[in-house]
């Protein structure tokens, strides 16, 4: 069974999330807010996937929080965020491992087809 951590500052929204990911069959290591306790999950866990919005709590967003990440891994990302702005898309594209940048609200279909893509 393949594992997700979710980073995601807004809990409401990482519940869903994680119901979402364990509907699809997929088992959540963990659901952090901040982008220090993603990469300590990173590295604790090993996750085989990475559900991250942008604006998380803490120094880092997401984006910059993968930067760190990809210092010590390779695990695939799916960016979820609200913000649509072209700059932030950018970043979130130039990231190694990018499977997908998805805009809030997300649902379980289009989470079913962006982790398609990576079996």
């Known amino acids: ?3 997700v951590l979710i980073v995601e500052d807004d809990s409401i929204l990482a519940f869903v999330h994680q119901k979402f ?8 290591t963990a659901c ?7 990469i300590e999950e990173v590295k604790k866990d090993e996750p085989d996937i990475i559900l991250m919005d ?14 760190e990440i990809r210092k010590f891994s390779e ?14 898309k950018q ?16 649902n379980l279909g289009l989470l079913q087809t962006t982790f398609h ?3």
Do not use: C, H, W
């Open 1 to 3: 069974m393949k594992k």
């Open 21 to 28: 990911v364990e509907q699809l069959g997929y088992k959540v």
């Open 32 to 38: 952090v807010e901040s982008g220090a306790a993603a």
């Open 54 to 67: 942008i604006l998380i709590l803490g120094d880092m967003d997401g984006i910059e929080t993968m930067g």
């Open 75 to 88: 695990v695939p990302v799916v960016y979820v965020t609200g913000n649509s702005n072209p700059t932030v």
């Open 91 to 106: 970043r979130a594209d130039a990231t190694p491992g990018k499977v997908d940048f998805l805009s809030k609200p997300i």
């Open 117 to 119: 893509k990576l079996e």
